[in-house]
């Protein structure tokens, strides 16, 4: 396992599994378009940088978890477009200061987050679910069984 990050997707498992479908959309950030704009990071907005999601792929389906600890679910919103995006959106509130309260440290993120995915042909799109326990947000999308071409041999005359 390397202890450096990827910016450039998590390629975990064999590499001879690969899909024809980027699961890292390009719409999110693509580095040979424009010069990605990063907004100036504050308390207020530091939150869509810190919001962390696994993508994982089991035979069944695709599965999200999104570590989203001290939001309700009424504050998360989970959508789907239909071009098969998957967008997780929030908004974690700001502790409003009182005039008693002197602040030493604040390193708990804050504000906006929106993280969002490009899901594969096999997505089921119409049958998307999802639960939050423990601040752990998990999305299941099932997929669909990928049918198999049809071989049929010829026979070679001579």
């Known amino acids: 396992m390397s202890l450096i990050p990827s910016f450039f997707g998590n390629?975990?498992?064999n590499s001879a599994n690969t899909s024809i479908f980027d699961p890292f959309p390009l719409d999110v950030w693509d580095p040979f378009r424009t010069f990605p704009q990063f907004p100036e990071l504050s308390r207020e907005n530091s939150a869509f940088?810190?919001?962390r999601v696994d993508w994982k792929e089991t035979p069944e389906a695709h599965v999200f978890k999104a570590d989203l600890p001290g939001l309700k679910k009424?504050?998360?919103k989970v959508e789907v477009e239909d071009d098969r995006v998957l967008q997780i959106s929030g908004e974690r509130s700001v502790e409003k200061e009182e005039k008693d309260e002197a602040w030493h440290r604040?390193?708990?993120s804050s504000g906006k987050f929106v993280r969002r995915f490009r899901l594969p042909e096999n997505a089921k799109m119409d049958q998307v679910k999802a639960?939050?326990?423990n601040g752990v947000l998990t999305v299941t999308v099932p997929k669909e069984e990928v049918k198999k071409?049809?071989?049929k041999s010829i026979e070679i005359s001579g």
């Open 131 to 133: 639960a939050m326990e």
């Open 74 to 76: 009424e504050e998360v």
């Open 106 to 108: 604040v390193e708990r």
């Open 149 to 151: 071409p049809d071989v």
């Open 11 to 13: 390629r975990r498992g």
């Open 49 to 51: 940088a810190t919001t």
